[in-house]
């Protein structure tokens, strides 16, 4: 169902791989919504994924960029603002990768060229695209400028390695690019911290699946989907939320005011019985 609620709006979107990506499912409901957008990827990406098909769908263009390189994000607005026929009114940040993470490498010994690499894809990219757009003057006054985070940023989880570390990142330059872009410009930045989503990216995470479980079974509403992330992304790209910015904005089912639900608890003792071949506990009734 549309509600108009980015009529005449432009955007642009970062990351939309295939029909799994978050991006993706983002640029399709700005559309239905009534924006018009870029879409943008990195060359390999382009080649690899079916960002094309998404183009020819929403009648718009894909531009490449290495979101690492400024002379690319500058031709990436440049070209945006005149394929749109104007300045950007919104940006989807939905970049990262973490080369640690696909190698196996343990946060302990990581390899720190690899980090360097997982920090300026994941991270610093962001206040690339930032900083550029500023210099530019390519975003209308109350634009809006929203990044995908994770909860790993703030609490550890085993698996998700230097990925946190960018993530973490990524929430401090919204905060801080925030209050600059906010005063000069009425720009608002925000990240959104989705529940784990089975996306190309996510799903390289090691123990996913199971990280998958935990969160449906730990969150009251259950984990957010891809599509319901997009639905989030839309108010915030919308006049609905002008003065929302600078925040870390939670969209994971209540999952990151958790400690311990009864599903994820009655699981666990299900697992602890099995391993020590020991009855159910007569006191189980307790956590009714």
Known sequence: MSFNLLKGKRGIIFGALNPDSI???????????????????TPVALRMGETKKLAEKLNTEVIG????????????????????GGKIDFVLHSIGMSPNVRKERHYSDLDYNY??????VSAVSF??????ARKLDAINE??????????????TFYGYNDMADAKALLESIARSFGYIYGRERNVRINTVSQSPTVTTAGSGVKGFDRLLDFAERMSPLGNATADEC???????????????????????GGFSNMGM???ALQQYEK?????????????????D
């Not at 980090?115 to 300026?120: G, I, R």
């Not at 634009?143 to 703030?154: K, R, T």
């Not at 697992?271 to 159910?280: E, F, I, K, R, S």
Request: a negative charge.
């Open 261 to 263: 639900s009864l599903r």
């Open 271 to 287: 697992g602890l019985h099995q391993d020590c071949n020991c009855g159910p506990d007569p006191d189980d009734h307790m956590f």
């Open 230 to 252: 997009a639905d989030y992304c839309i108010t915030l790209f919308s006049d609905l939320t002008k003065k929302v910015t600078m925040q870390n904005l939670f969209n994971d």
């Open 23 to 41: 991006a993706w499912k983002v640029a399709e409901r700005a559309f239905e919504e009534g924006a018009t957008v870029t879409l943008t990827n």
């Open 115 to 120: 980090l360097d690499k997982t920090l300026d």
């Open 65 to 84: 960029a290495d979101a690492t390189n400024v002379e690319d994000l500058n031709n990436l607005f440049t070209q945006s603002m005149e394929v749109l």
């Open 142 to 155: 109350w634009g809006s400028v929203v990044a995908l985070s994770y909860v790993a940023a703030q609490r």
């Open 127 to 132: 206040h690339k695209v930032l900083q550029t």
